[in-house]
């Protein structure tokens, strides 16, 4: 069997972070002591950062100084963020960090061997209250960061986030020998959309575009709005063939549609390129191409997915 799993919640409010600091000396000198010099030392380390992973990361690491830890685990689900260090296993004590203003998420700490007891938890409680500035700071720079590199109309990537991920795929896929493809979308005729309609309308189009991209595509596929009625998705370990069944499947979706302004449906479709990695190939090389497909779809009649040409048939390009 298993060990057993002794949990402790603690809904800790922590903007009184310092609700009687007689705590400390309360209890034998040498831990107080102990204590002090920890609470000080925390303070000081988690100022040296601002990136949520090492904040938590050095809270981990300062804790294990003063009491035997096997692993941290932080959950913030309306960020979307999960972190673990450690084995995060065996006996838990568990908080949740809650301000009379912020909800700064759900803090474990584990150990694998004997249950924590009453005065390590107590001694956790405020130690743990000194994450709390740096968790907020941490949590707001990780907001920012997420929003300069979304889309604010249809909550796709944007460019700058389109160029720092296909450089990452593209260079991992080239060291790993792993497939990857990509697919450039562009909607047809959406100028007509925003005269006949009006760019209120032409925005909730792009909008509905884009969730209809995503809710085709897997969890792992990365949407990206490339610029104005332009789009590209990021098949991650995808070949040619897999690749094309989703562009199909992005494409029929979308056509099928049923967007109305003023009791009129408004057609949509997209016509797409594709473009899957060749050897050792670069990403603007790849974009490039799958951008020719695109064009060829648009020649051809629109509303259609047309694949890129072999990397070698452009290679004196």
């Known amino acids: 069997m298993g060990a057993k799993v002794s949990a402790r919640i603690v809904d800790l409010d922590t903007t009184s972070l310092a609700n009687d600091p ?34 938590l990361r050095l809270f981990f690491r300062e804790l294990q100084r003063v009491a035997s830890l096997d692993g941290l685990s932080y959950q913030h689900s309306a960020h979307n963020v ?11 004590s568990h908080y949740r960090l809650q301000t009379r203003t912020d909800y700064l998420g759900e803090l474990s700490l584990h150990r694998m061997k004997q249950p924590f007891s009453e005065d390590e938890l107590r001694r956790f409680d405020r ?19 997420r929003a300069s590199l979304t ?13 720092s991920v296909l450089s990452r795929e ?13 697919l450039v979308l562009d909607l047809d005729h959406f100028k007509k959309i925003n ?14 575009v884009a969730k209809t991209i995503q809710a085709s595509s897997r969890c792992a596929d990365m949407t990206f709005r490339f610029g104005g009625e332009e789009f590209v998705v990021l098949l991650s370990q995808t070949d040619m063939a897999g690749a094309k069944i989703t562009a199909e499947r992005i494409r029929s ?39 020719r497909a695109l064009y060829q779809a648009k020649k051809h009649g629109r509303n259609q997915v047309m694949l890129a040409e072999p990397l070698l048939a452009c290679a004196n390009q």
Do not use: W
Not at 26 to 51: D, F, G, K, M
Not at 82 to 92: D, F, I, M, P
Not at 151 to 163: E, P, V
């Open 170 to 182: 593209v260079e991992q896929a080239n060291r790993y020998h792993q497939p990857l493809s990509i």
């Open 151 to 163: 889309d604010g109309l249809t909550g796709a990537g944007n460019r700058i986030s389109l160029d």
């Open 127 to 145: 130690l743990v209250t000194a994450l709390a500035c740096p968790l907020r700071n941490g949590l707001r720079y990780l907001e920012a960061v």
């Open 82 to 92: 999960e972190h673990n260090q450690g084995s995060v296993a065996g006996h838990t």
């Open 22 to 55: 007689q705590d400390l000396y309360r209890e034998p000198q040498s831990l107080a002591n102990l204590e002090a010099l920890a609470i000080a030392r925390l303070n000081a380390v988690l100022q040296t950062s601002i990136e949520l992973p090492e904040i």
């Open 253 to 291: 979706n979308i056509a099928h549609l049923a967007l109305h302004f003023a009791n009129q449906q408004i057609p949509v479709s997209v016509s797409v390129g594709l473009a899957s990695l060749g050897h050792n190939e670069h990403k603007d090389s790849l974009l490039d191409r799958a951008d």
């Open 195 to 208: 005269d006949s309609y009006g760019h209120v309308t032409g925005d909730y189009v792009l909008k509905m």
